[in-house]
């Protein structure tokens, strides 16, 4: 989950705060790299009561640990980073979900990847909506833009209404015609990565291997 996901989902709690209490100040607008938590109105001794309250739109996870060397935040890009390390996802056997109306790129990515992580496939974006926003276990979305009835963005944004903090992989294709689709796509902050069709999983198997695990914290070891 980028820093400016997580802003928002900061402004809106202590907005939520503010209408209960003016120990509350509302946050600005937009994040603002490297502003000082003084100077937005953080106190640090209001953290505690404003991590509590957030804890419902991470499925009721413990936030506490990210004020644990509370003394050396300063910044809102030090809480947020702090905020980040301590969500991780929690899931002791995460979840990759891969949706593409071509079958063929989902037999070869189950062909290379089903030894290393626990994958499951879609060729329906409907019924991989489904699963994902049942499933919670599910850690990372790998999808494609072009598919029937549901986009990948439109996947994206359907399943981050409920589930803010997960992470969401776009493959895109027709380089040609993509510069407005990427560009708001990155300018919402919706996907962690992008990559490019066609997919060459042979030649760039370890490569990929090494994003998928470091975005579900494993080693890449078998499920």
Same mark, same amino acid.
């Given at each position: ?31 603002? /790299? ?119 963005? /439109? ?32 300018? /919402? ?6 990559? /490019? ?27």
């Amino acid at each position: 989950m980028t820093k400016i996901e997580l802003y928002e989902i900061l402004k809106d709690t202590v907005k939520e705060l503010n209408r209960e209490s003016d120990l509350f100040s509302p946050l600005p607008p937009a994040f603002t /790299q490297g502003a000082s938590l003084d100077s937005l109105g953080l106190d640090p001794l209001l953290l505690p009561d404003i991590l509590q309250r957030m804890k419902s739109r991470f499925g009721g996870r413990d936030l506490s640990g990210c004020l644990d060397a509370l003394a050396s935040l300063k910044t809102i890009d030090d809480l947020l980073g702090a905020l980040s390390r301590t969500l991780g996802h929690g899931i002791s056997v995460p979840t990759l979900v891969y949706v593409d109306d071509e079958e063929a790129n989902l037999f070869v990515f189950k062909r290379r990847f089903d030894k290393h992580f626990k994958v499951k496939y879609f060729d329906d974006p409907a019924i991989a909506l489904e699963f994902i926003l049942n499933d919670p276990t599910v850690a990372l979305v790998l999808t494609d833009e072009v598919m029937p009835l549901i986009t990948g963005n /439109q996947l994206c944004d359907r399943v981050h209404a409920l589930k803010p903090a997960l992470k969401f992989i776009l493959l895109t294709g027709n380089p040609n015609n993509q510069d407005d689709l990427l560009y708001q796509t990155m300018r /919402q902050n919706r996907f962690f990565d992008f990559l /490019q069709k066609p997919l060459d999983f042979e030649n760039k198997f370890e490569e990929l291997k090494r994003l998928f695990a470091s975005i579900l914290e494993t080693e890449g070891k078998p499920k």
